[in-house]
């Protein structure tokens, strides 16, 4: 999630490789605003408790956490402390993707701090043994918000910034992070920013469909007749593997290899289905390079390839390569390299981090969508509550607890939290997943016209539209609220002391 740090133009060609017809996009470097590729961001390592909750298994092991911080404009020992509260990937791929918390602290004279999550970028508690069992079992919510808790209050005492307030952002799962850090440490935490956080869905509140119905919408904004494109694509694809003619559907989709099975046909709806699910979710105004390069305005670029002309398959194969292709480098898709198939049905990414948040989904974070081809563009692909109990079980030796975070953390009972934004964009399939209505003075939902993921943290774009430019103000001007009530009650402590 990297701000206005790596921001580009973008010129489209769209056009047939030699071979296999790839879609080519190519970008140029743009000169960029200021943003944090500017800052002096200093990495470091903080000496962090392996197990919080159990004094027996680890003793008082511990590991180096990884967190990047800057005081360029903070006003020392006075100025607040602005925390991001890292989720699933590198640190700096939040730090560079989220230019608002430096904007914000250049406003307000904050010390800016980005930590890493525990089993994500750097911070493994295990090195490469990580990810064995049971060693990944230390991988919960639970314990990467005691890591932040704990974090904060020693760097504050390092910094001479006990009386600094904290103002913790976050967005999508470090959102939920964000909001959740409110509730369970309000005497270290003043106020949250949690932008696109499905606290509601995530928690297994909502509906299995909602999520797949929202990102076909987008597409459907656009145009009815790109949805029915993208329909109609996916239908001869069915066609074409009811028949078994393999060869073809390799040829069709430039697949490297033709597929041999039913499970292979699977994994094809699936890599294809995530790339109009990221480009939903990364639906910028500007091109990007956040979770791979993107151009400005994805989703009507990929309806104006759709619907470029009537072989539905190969505008399929390059409204694919929009996401897959963007160098123009692939001649072929990998299906099982590309796109790896795990317990988020709206994918888990590759590498370590892939296995990391695939744990987490199998264990307290819930992400049970379906598409069925009905209130979606999609082919029908279920993943109910068995499915999952399944694959985790197989996979991890786990059983999910459905259910969890409703109880650990509140579920829709927010009412009585304070110092909490909601912000979330008309564009996000996640949006529908959080809240979208205030439910008192401090509890303010944000609600961006135009807006995709979690775009209000994004640095400001002169491509951005007046939505996200009010909805920043008013963040800004709630957040300072926060900020003056809290140097006020940490004033009234202190004569009772």
């Known amino acids: 999630m990297r701000a206005a740090s790596i921001l580009l133009t973008v010129t489209v060609a769209l056009f047939s490789d030699a071979f296999y017809g790839l879609t080519h996009i190519y970008f140029k470097p743009a ?88 089993y994500y970028g750097r911070s493994l508690p295990f090195g490469k043994e990580s990810f064995n069992i049971p060693q990944v079992g230390l991988l919960t919510v639970e314990q990467a918000l005691a890591d932040y808790a704990i974090m904060i209050s020693e760097l504050k005492e390092q910094l001479a910034a006990t009386d600094c307030p904290v103002i913790v952002f976050g967005g999508s799962y470090g959102g939920m992070l964000s909001v959740y850090m409110r509730l369970k440490y309000p005497n270290i935490v003043a106020g949250a920013l949690a932008a696109s956080a499905p606290i509601l869905s995530t928690a297994g509140l909502g509906d299995s469909r909602q999520f797949f119905r929202d990102v076909t919408a987008d597409f459907e904004n656009i145009s009815p007749e790109c949805r029915d494109a993208v329909r109609g694509a996916f239908h001869q694809l069915k066609q074409l593997a009811e028949r078994q003619d393999y060869s073809r559907i390799q040829s069709e989709v430039a697949l490297c290899k033709p597929p041999s099975s039913p499970q292979d046909i699977h994994q094809l709806y699936g890599l294809l289905r995530n790339a109009f699910t990221l480009m939903a979710m990364l639906d910028y105004p500007y091109s990007t390079h956040f979770i791979g390069n993107m151009p400005a305005n994805p989703v009507k670029v990929a309806c104006g390839t759709m619907l470029r002309g009537p072989d539905l398959l190969a505008n399929l194969r390059d409204t694919a390569g929009i996401v897959y292709n963007s160098t123009g480098l692939l001649t072929c898709f990998d299906l099982y390299n590309l796109y790896v198939e795990c317990a988020d049905p709206t994918g888990c990414g590759q ?52 259910g969890w975070l409703k109880v650990q953390f509140w579920g829709e009972a927010l009412s009585t939290a304070s110092n909490i934004i909601f912000s979330n964009g008309d564009l996000d399939p996640w949006a529908n997943g959080g809240v979208r209505k205030s439910l008192s003075s401090s509890l303010v939902a944000l609600n961006i016209s135009g807006g995709a993921h979690h775009l209000d943290l994004r640095g400001s774009n002169q491509a951005d539209p007046a939505s996200v430019i009010s909805t920043r103000k008013t963040e800004a001007e709630l957040i300072a609220q926060w900020v003056k009530m809290e140097r006020t009650r940490l004033q009234k402590s202190k004569r009772f002391i």
Request: proline content about 6%; glycine content about 6%; hydrophobic content about 35%.
């Open 31 to 118: 000169r960029k605003p200021p943003g944090p590729s500017d800052l002096q961001f200093t990495e470091k390592y903080f000496t962090q408790t392996v197990d919080h909750f159990n004094f027996n298994s680890m003793g008082n092991g511990t590991f180096s956490q990884r967190y990047l911080i800057t005081d360029q404009y903070w006003k020392k020992g006075y100025g607040p402390i602005f925390f991001y509260t890292g989720n699933e990937g590198d640190v700096w791929e939040f730090a560079l993707n989220t230019g608002f918390i430096i904007e914000l602290a250049a406003l307000q004279q904050a010390l800016v701090i980005f930590a890493e999550h525990r």
């Open 351 to 402: 590498g370590f981090d892939s296995l990391a948040w695939d744990y987490q989904a199998c264990t307290e974070v819930e992400l049970c969508f379906e598409t069925n081809n009905v209130t979606d563009m999609f082919p029908p692909m279920a993943f109910t509550e068995k499915d999952r109990e399944v694959y985790c079980s197989k996979r991890w030796a786990v059983v999910p607890r459905p």
